[in-house]
């Protein structure tokens, strides 16, 4: 995660108090490294080395960074066209597939926030483009704002948290990103040409 160094702070000092909240709205303009940043808090949380950082070796840390983490879970359309968790809405969509902003890939994230953590002590689901759901897509995940089990938090990725009910926003914590700096944009589209150079 390039940047950002303050929120990585406010981030890694809340894992180290044990002050974890429940909800997150990670805002700022599309880019800069938010959904990035929900993977690298989740890594921080639930690293086994304790440090309020991620490590990058447990085992814990490559299961995020490969995306198999059972207790980290990003609600995106392969996720909510898996035909086990589409089988645990009381009403399918009719047509498919099912877009991940939509009110039934909300009620599956509703489903899975129910369930308890498989390996860690807490568990992670992160929305992106939460800022595309519409009134009836939120309504459908309020519980999870007003009523949230003790070991889950949500983070919601958002370009524009204007577009978020106010139910929602006063009931998470508003981490508002900004740009990189020119220095810090040349390291992303650096490290970017040398993994594409590798693949």
């Known amino acids: 995660l390039t940047g950002h160094h303050a929120i990585k702070k406010q981030l890694s000092d809340s894992i180290r108090k044990s002050h974890i909240g429940h909800a997150y709205i990670f805002d ?50 392969d996720l909510v066209n898996q035909p086990s968790l ?5 009403r399918l969509p009719s047509t498919r597939p099912i877009g991940a902003n939509s009110v039934y890939a909300m009620r ?9 953590p498989f390996l860690a002590d807490r568990k992670f689901i992160i929305i992106p483009e939460a ?9 459908a995940i309020l519980k999870m704002f007003e009523e949230p089990p003790s070991y889950m938090t949500i983070i919601m990725v958002s370009d524009n948290s204007g577009l978020l009910l106010p ?7 508003m981490i508002r990103f900004q740009p990189l700096s020119d220095g810090e944009t040349l390291e992303v589209i650096k490290n970017r040409c040398d993994k594409n150079m590798l693949s």
Not at 51 to 61: A, E, F, Y
Not at 131 to 139: I, K, S, T, W
């Open 86 to 90: 589409l089988g645990a809405l009381s």
């Open 108 to 116: 599956i994230a509703r489903n899975i926030a129910a369930t308890k």
């Open 131 to 139: 800022d595309r759901l519409n009134n009836q897509a939120q309504n």
């Open 28 to 77: 700022g303009i599309y880019g800069i490294g938010k959904t990035t940043a929900a993977k690298w808090f989740a890594a921080a949380a639930l690293c086994k080395s304790g440090s309020g950082t991620p490590c990058g070796v447990c085992d814990s840390c490559r299961k995020i960074g490969a995306g198999s983490h059972p207790d980290v879970i990003e609600i995106n359309q």
């Open 167 to 173: 139910t929602i926003t006063s009931r998470a914590v």
